[in-house]
């Protein structure tokens, strides 16, 4: 099965996930069970199957779709609502997920294992990581904040609100 928007060929650039110690198939099973789960909270079940439906070789159709999928960028009175699309919105939610996941840590040089101490400070990955959740998180808010301000087009939008995640 192949997921629906993200290959593993996606996670290069910014969101590299190295191949030491992992398979394409490791990275294609996280993308196949965290990119439904991630579309159908930001959508809820109906707007989600709607979304889907309209969708041909991967790219939506639709111009009411095609604007939640792209990057977005639009003056709402005193506040702007942007998003960088929902391929990057998934690609940084799935990046946090695989790489917090493993017991390996994803460096410039690849994944590393590191040996545990008494205690340590958070690395610089964990710190990046949450960073790169929370980059996913603005597209999100701001693709439900888009929905809502334009109700009418999508009229069973049910998304659900993520919180920003923090080490304390």
């Not at 909270?41 to 109906?46: A, I, S, T």
């Not at 790219?59 to 990057?71: D, G, L, M, R, S």
């Not at 940084?92 to 996941?101: C, D, G, S, V």
């Not at 390996?104 to 400070?121: A, H, L, M």
């Amino acid at each position: 099965m192949a997921g629906i928007f993200l290959q593993p060929s996606d996670f290069k650039g910014r969101f590299d996930i190295g191949q030491n110690g992992f398979s394409a198939e490791d990275l294609q099973l996280f993308i196949e069970y965290y990119e439904k789960d991630y579309l159908t909270d930001l959508l809820g079940c109906e707007l989600f199957q709607l979304f889907i439906d309209d969708l041909d070789s991967g790219i939506p159709q639709t111009t009411i779709y095609k604007v939640i999928y792209n990057a977005l960028c639009v003056d709402n009175g005193c506040d702007i609502i942007k998003s960088e699309g929902m391929k990057d919105m998934l690609r940084a939610f799935i990046y946090f997920e695989f790489a917090r996941k493993s017991d390996n840590q994803v460096t410039i040089s690849g994944n590393t294992r590191s040996s545990s101490d008494n205690s340590t400070k958070p690395t610089q990955r964990e710190v990046s990581l949450y960073l790169f959740y929370n980059e996913g998180l603005n597209s999100y808010k701001n693709i439900q904040e888009y929905i809502c301000e334009n109700i009418t087009d999508y009229p069973t939008y049910n998304g659900q609100p993520k919180q920003a995640s923090t080490w304390l």
